[in-house]
């Protein structure tokens, strides 16, 4: 597992199911360009700049570009997706990449690949769908289509004409010369559709096996050619839930500890790895903390966290506890790696007591280092595929669970050590009666459990994962990949959620924390 380019270029309870359904769907326009400076957005400075409240390109003669050149959101990337904007051009050729790759950086910034509404100040390529760098004009102007693999090489498109939205000199005509239009995008599963100024212009289904694209970087285009100025503005995004797959978004912390330790960068890009490969999957993630791209959450299935707890966890800030229960009462599933399940007891506790069923809470749990052996697995979805392990982990016990523990199941149970249980007082060391308790009874504790919503959400909580190498360990990696699966309510295999993790995969993406 290599460094990635996206690394550099990103970071009801009581309405049932089906109101959880009708929540979820109610995704709204938001803005992802402030209409003041270029946060969030990055290319060429001296090519791209804001003037009177738009995103403007503008080439001249000299220096005269030798590549095409975007600049690209660096806050997300788009899956199932509405996107509008407002764009004027003046001479020369642009597009909208979407679904697309940063393939390179070139002389005059980055290079990106992939899917691009087009258009230009001419009257031939507006509207149609381009694939930058790769299989060329996949729909003209007007026309309705179907590609699929080109029988004699699978690398080729088939196009097929299907259909008609519009003849393309009544759709160019609609079009304003050197003034501002609306384009609007709309890309749901392999169903991808371009409108400007109300208009449909292409309408196209990419059933072209390991060509099409379900998830990639937005961009913007200049050009090669004579000189040009481009503008955009009022771009706002709108998130579409899923039809075909769930999808899950692996959000992680802001580095901390020493080296080896509290990898979440590197952990959640390391899971977000081994979930390329099921099917009933498609995984987003953001990395440093709370995502800056406002619709981050917006079409999850699920949302996995990893971070540092307590007072800085992520989902007590600012206004987040309230954003996060929107999204659980639309049936998302939460899940929380290790220090992310310590939240205090009244910010963050009752809602985590809803979200998965239970929580580190200060001087009642216990957060020692130790040797934990799971020798018996209960039959769960869970823990298919998964054998019997140990592993050295800061594993956190003695949760606060809910009355009678309804409707938690208790995944990787263990007895501590006596030693973990000769500590002196503190917030992460219990109390001295939950020790003596503890030690007196021989009580096994629940150091991962899952939750089963009232609603028909699902949430869970796992306390390892202070040392980044455990990843490495198959079961102890295949346990959480499984919960995963199973609470974005995807299909967990009989032998489990596969993956191969290397020594050198383990190595990547660290966070630069000195000796």
């Not at 690394?7 to 199911?17: A, P």
């Not at 697995?377 to 009355?403: I, N």
Request: glycine share 12%; with cysteine.
């Amino acid at each position: 597992m290599k460094s990635s380019p996206r690394l550099f270029w990103l970071g009801v309870l009581s309405g049932g199911v089906a109101g959880a359904v009708a929540i979820a769907a109610e995704a709204t326009f938001k803005p992802i360009f402030n209409g003041k400076d270029l946060s969030g957005w990055q290319g060429n400075p001296e090519l791209w700049s804001v003037q009177d409240g738009a995103i403007t390109g503008v080439t001249k003669e000299d220096p005269k570009l030798t590549h095409n050149t975007f600049l690209v959101w660096t806050n997300g990337l788009l899956d199932d997706f509405e996107l509008r904007l407002k764009y004027r051009i003046v001479g020369g050729n642009s597009g909208i990449q979407y679904r697309s790759a940063v393939r390179s950086q070139g002389k005059f910034g980055p290079i990106v690949g992939g899917y691009q509404a087009d258009f230009e100040a001419g009257k031939t390529y507006s509207g149609i769908l381009y694939e930058e760098g790769g299989r060329g004009i996949l729909a003209q102007r007007g026309q309705q289509v179907r590609i699929t693999a080109d029988p004699a090489d699978a690398n080729k498109a088939r196009i097929e004409v299907t259909g008609s939205v519009g003849k393309s000199e009544d759709i160019q005509a609609k079009i304003k010369h050197e003034d501002w239009n609306d384009y609007l995008i709309i890309a749901r599963g392999n169903h991808l559709q371009h409108f400007i100024n109300g208009q449909q212009t292409v309408d196209v289904i990419d059933d072209h096996a390991g060509k099409s694209a379900r998830s990639g970087v937005l961009a913007l285009q200049i050009h090669v050619g004579p000189p040009m100025t481009v503008q955009f503005k009022d771009i706002e995004l709108k998130r579409l839930k899923l039809t075909d797959k769930k999808k899950v978004v692996l959000t992680a912390g802001t580095p901390s500890h020493g080296p080896g330790e509290h990898e979440h960068n590197a952990g959640i890009l390391l899971l977000n790895q081994c979930l390329q490969g099921h099917p009933g999957l498609l995984t987003s993630y953001y990395l440093n903390g709370w995502p800056k791209d406002p619709t981050a959450y917006d079409n999850a299935d699920a949302i996995l966290i990893y971070c540092d707890g307590g007072g800085g966890h992520p989902f007590v800030q600012s206004d987040h506890l309230k954003i996060i229960d929107e999204k659980v009462q639309g049936g998302t599933g939460i899940g929380c790696l290790h220090y992310a399940v310590e939240v205090p007891k009244d910010k963050g506790g009752p809602e985590f007591l809803r979200w998965i069923g239970g929580y580190f809470e200060t001087h009642w749990s216990v957060n020692p280092h130790w040797f934990a052996e799971f020798k018996n697995l209960p039959k769960h979805p869970v823990t298919s595929g998964v054998k019997p392990f140990g592993a050295q982990d800061e594993w956190y016990y003695h949760m606060r669970f809910p009355e009678d523990m309804k409707g938690v199941t208790p995944i990787l149970t263990a007895l501590p050590p006596e030693s973990t249980l000769s500590r002196p007082d503190g917030p992460h060391s219990g109390n001295p009666h939950v020790r003596a308790a503890v030690k007196d009874r021989k009580e096994p504790q629940h150091v991962m459990w899952v939750f089963e919503r009232p609603d028909g959400g699902r949430g869970f909580g796992f306390t390892g994962g202070h040392f980044h190498k455990n990843w490495g360990g198959d079961d102890f990696r295949k346990v959480v990949l499984n919960a995963i699966a199973w609470m974005a309510h995807a299909d967990v295999p009989p032998n489990g959620v596969e993956s191969a993790v290397t020594p050198d995969d383990l190595k990547a993406n660290l966070d630069p924390k000195g000796r």
